[in-house]
């Protein structure tokens, strides 16, 4: 099993581009979670979905989009991409109250 | 609201030194508490839960209602143990509400 895997593992965008980052899971969990890591911040809540078809806010949702496109996977969404933005991204899926990590996504936006 | 306070950023001790890692929660109803642990540059990983009371790589953490408290503590602490220690009880709605993080800095 891969676990969580995300892409991509690095991304430099300019302020107002757009992308998606990729997040896929192969342990037949139901919920899987955005969160971003700040220094000093520890790692607050994007967005989650309890199960396939469903999303709801986290604690930070604006500015970003996602969608739960079947079990396996989560893609989160920048439209407008602005140097707030500039963050670790961490995907996560989970059994019961047991959460798996993905790698991480490092994005940089200039 | 649930919260949980990590109350130092860093952590510092020398090789073999006890460390105890501090959280504190307010919860209403009964916790399910977490602590994860961040190696560099590396994923977040689960290192023990309180309901299954057991050691992890020689550490422990002990659920304390009456305090409110649920502090991660390792009798002789190791190079290797040096990472981002994260206390997260888990909220309301089932999701894992992660404190700020204390970063153990173990020195040889």
């Known amino acids: 099993n891969a676990g969580v895997t995300q892409t991509p593992k690095f991304q430099v965008l300019k302020t107002g581009q757009s992308m998606t980052l990729q997040c896929a899971q192969d342990?037949?969990?139901?919920?899987m979670y955005w969160y971003r890591q700040d220094p000093g911040m520890g790692l607050r809540l994007i967005y989650y979905s309890a199960s396939e078809g469903t999303t709801d806010k986290g604690e930070v949702p604006n500015g970003y989009n996602v969608s739960r496109l079947n079990k396996r996977e989560f893609s989160l969404r920048l439209e407008s991409a602005a140097p707030s933005q500039t963050s670790v991204y961490f995907c996560a899926s989970s059994e019961a109250s047991l959460k798996y990590f993905g790698p991480g996504t490092r994005l940089t936006v200039t | 609201a649930q919260r949980v306070t990590q109350p130092e950023k860093l952590l510092s001790v020398f090789k073999g030194a006890p460390v105890e890692l501090k959280c504190n929660y307010s919860?209403?109803?009964?916790?399910?508490l977490f602590w994860y642990v961040q190696y560099s540059r590396q994923r977040l990983q689960l290192l023990l839960r309180h309901i299954s009371r057991e050691s992890i790589k020689g550490f422990t953490a002990d659920l304390n209602k009456g305090e409110t408290s649920f502090h991660l503590k390792k009798p002789f602490a190791q190079e290797e143990d040096s990472a981002m220690y994260y206390c997260a009880p888990r909220g309301s709605q089932g999701n894992l509400i992660f404190g700020k993080g204390t970063k153990l800095s173990v020195k040889p």
């Open positions: 342990m037949n969990h139901n919920s």
């Open positions: 919860y209403s109803g009964s916790p399910e």
